[in-house]
């Protein structure tokens, strides 16, 4: 494919991340897949030139670009003046998703093509603010898309798999080729969906599930015996669980699926509440 940089209307930082989705067809295959109604709700995280607004703004009632970038956020609402496009010149870490909807609204989408670089941190903000998303659909590495998606007992499996599968269902659905981008990446990309729960369906202490995850993957090459130590509670709490649990602890972490997770952490829970 041949790159026609004319269409580029400000120079990619590489400072920022900056990948401009360049090919047409790519960006119609994301917006087709939403399956927009007019009552959507869209928030595009780093719209850049404009490739996926373009085609998402004809479909919905309303569209928050967040743009990082200033120049970029000043050229997007003179390319696409419309009372329909909000451009927020704002990080997206630092945006309030309360602030975007008013009281009894849907839930917004999110979509986004993301600096690489951000993508954990993006990702994991994101799963903290769910309860005002309804799904994120998201240009990614196409290792991290792998990593979300993956299932236990694979070298992919981890603490970016756990968490994503436990607040919603991740989906790749479709890789993309560098050459779709300007400048050029030097990696393959892949379009990821997750579909948040309205309502988790475990009953469990969340933060202590997140903690345990986190502790047990920080020792993944350790069983769940010697992973667990590092628990940051007294060591008399720390070795009842360990001693008084009923959990196959000779299991390494990327063995247990998210409901095995769920079944440790109320068990420690309980261990924990009976003193």
Known sequence: MSINTSRIFVKPKKSLGQNFLIDDNIAKKIVASLSLSTQDVIVEIGPGEGALTKFIIEKV?????????????????????????????????DLKFSELTDKGEKKIRLVG???????????FNTIDNRSYISDFTVMIQR?????????????????????????????????VSANCFYPKPTVTSAVVRIVFYDELPYSVDEDLFRLIVR?????????????????????DVVQKIIGSIDFPLEKRPEELTVEEFVDLTNKITQIIENG
């Open 143 to 175: 290792e991290v898309a792998q990593r979300i998606a993956a299932k236990r007992g694979t070298k992919s499996y981890g603490i970016l798999s756990l968490l994503t599968q436990f607040y919603g269902k991740p989906e790749i659905l479709f890789n």
């Open 113 to 123: 093509n993301i600096p690489y670089y951000l993508t954990s941190e993006i990702l």
């Open 215 to 235: 502790t047990t993957f920080g020792k993944r090459r350790k069983t769940l015996r010697n992973g667990l130590k590092f628990l940051p509670f007294d060591e």
């Open 61 to 93: 009632s309303r569209l928050i670009a967040v743009e990082i970038d200033s120049v970029v956020a000043a050229e997007l609402m003179r390319k696409f003046s419309c009372e329909k496009l909000e451009v927020i010149n704002k990080d997206i870490l």
